[in-house]
Nanobody, 117 residues
Framework: QVQLVESGGGLVQAGGSLRLSCAAS????????MGWFRQAPGKERVFVAN???????SYADSVKGRFTISRDNAKNTLYLQMDSLKPEDTAVYYC???????????WGRGTQVTVSS
């Protein structure tokens, strides 16, 4: 498995930006499907974005055009640039990794993002 540690969360006003990072270790990072999920209070964990080892990206409709997922394979790091943040983006954000056959098999502990109105 891959060990994942998120950072970069915090408190920001609506309309602001944050960049989350996820440091990975333990396996060949570049081969993995990487992604971000989030969980708001009292709600289920939901998909935000992912990026394949090919660089192909997918986004949830709720963040499309505002969030950008990227990866630096040389640094074993995944990023989530979040712009035009809204109060409804408030959640704990989780980094995840896996393969095409077993996606999302590893998870970080999460980082809190709070967007004030």
């Amino acid at each position: 498995q891959v060990q994942l540690v998120e950072s970069g969360g915090g408190l920001v006003q609506a309309g602001g930006s944050l960049r989350l990072s996820c440091a990975a270790s333990g396996r060949t990072f570049s081969n993995y499907l990487m992604g971000w999920f989030r969980q708001a209070p009292g709600k289920e964990r939901v998909f935000v974005a992912n990026i394949k080892y090919t660089g192909y990206r997918s986004y949830a409709d709720s963040v499309k055009g505002r969030f950008t997922i990227s990866r630096d394979n040389a640094k074993n790091t995944l990023y989530l640039q979040m712009d035009s943040l809204k109060p409804e983006d408030t959640a704990v954000y989780y980094c995840t990794a896996g393969t095409t056959t077993v996606p999302y098999s590893s998870w970080g502990r999460g980082t809190q993002v709070t967007v004030s109105s």
